[in-house]
């Protein structure tokens, strides 16, 4: 009798486990959960145009602002020991006034050489020696290689605020400090860049496509 019993229990397990199994939930339903999932895990909600920032669930942060600075990388092996200790204070001092949460961020975006190929594509149509013309054809496909197969290391910062008076000074704050565009530390980036760091740091495995007409 419990030999029966035993066997009847273990079919009946069997038959619950292959249900389990081999039953799917539907798309509706599958859809729905991962929706909601995602807006558990990621605060972002909108983009605002007119500020140039990201607009954040105020429940899952604490913020309602945020916005990403490019931090520009600098060749320290080609630095004096002045510059480098210049730039160092100014790094210092500026995260002494700064007030605020703050996060930096290091991604690898793939190399840009699109300035080097224009350089030579010129060149090459400004030469008649075929010697020459072979030489620039070889530089030209390294270039090219390095785009594919070669990225370049990249700092940002990201910053939060409670509103859309206080995410305006702290980043005018970080630029006052820093310095912007050639001579600074830092590095104003567009939207479409900005959602492409978005979508790196929220997608771990997504690759970063270049881009054609980056600057």
């Known amino acids: ?31 729905a959960g991962t929706s909601k999932y995602v807006l558990q895990l990621i605060p972002e909600r909108d983009y605002d145009d007119e500020l140039e920032a990201f607009i954040i669930d105020k429940d899952m942060t604490g913020y309602q602002y945020m916005d990403l600075i490019e931090i520009k990388s600098q060749d320290l092996q080609n630095l004096s020991d002045d510059e480098v200790y210049f730039n160092m204070a100014k790094f210092s001092r500026c995260f002494r006034r ?24 010129k060149k090459r149509e400004n030469t008649k020696n075929a010697r ?11 270039f090219e ?13 990201k910053i939060f605020a409670e509103n859309e008076e206080k995410i305006v000074l702290l980043r005018n ?31 771990k495995n997504s690759m ?7 600057e």
């Open 1 to 31: 009798m419990n030999l029966i019993i035993s066997g009847i229990g273990m079919i009946v397990c069997t038959v619950a486990l292959v249900y389990m199994i081999v039953k799917k939930p539907n798309s509706k339903q599958k859809n």
């Open 98 to 121: 700064y007030d605020a949460d703050i996060k930096i961020i290091a991604l690898n975006f793939p190399s840009d050489m699109s300035k080097q190929k224009a350089f030579y594509s």
């Open 132 to 142: 020459y013309k072979r030489w620039i054809d070889r530089k030209l496909e390294q």
């Open 145 to 157: 290689w390095l785009e594919l197969n070669q990225t370049t290391r990249q700092y940002y910062f």
């Open 173 to 203: 704050r970080l630029m006052d400090d820093l310095g912007l565009g050639r001579d600074g530390l830092l590095l104003e980036i567009d939207k479409e860049k900005k959602n492409e760091i978005l979508n790196k740091c929220n997608n």
């Open 208 to 214: 970063i496509r270049k881009r054609e007409n980056n």
